[in-house]
């Protein structure tokens, strides 16, 4: 019998976040267009940290907002602009921290193609 690799059990459930008492779906795993997005948009917050150009950083937190939230829910950038600014970072910090428990799992590592 041909050995068959479950992929299933590297992918993790949507994250939900309730704002306003509606619950938003934010998911674990993206297309590679998305992840080019939010990869240049924190590259570009990166770099807006080091000038203190606080308007330029909300405005790019609002970004990678509206792009986590607009892949699952019927959303648009205006919602994301009234949200507050504390929801936002916590959002992101709450997605950014599941991402890095995700690429540590070690069911990663149990692939055979992942072993040495």
Known sequence: ??????????????????????????????????????????????KVKKTNNVENGFELQDKMVYLLLSELNDIDELFVRKLHVTQKTALLNYYQNRMIEINSNPNSNSLPSQQQ
């Open 1 to 46: 019998m041909a050995e068959i690799i479950d992929l299933d059990i590297l992918v993790s459930e949507d994250i939900s976040f309730k704002i306003g008492g509606e619950i938003y779906k934010v998911p674990t795993s993206y297309n590679t267009e998305t992840v080019l997005k939010m990869y240049h948009l924190q590259q570009e917050a990166e």
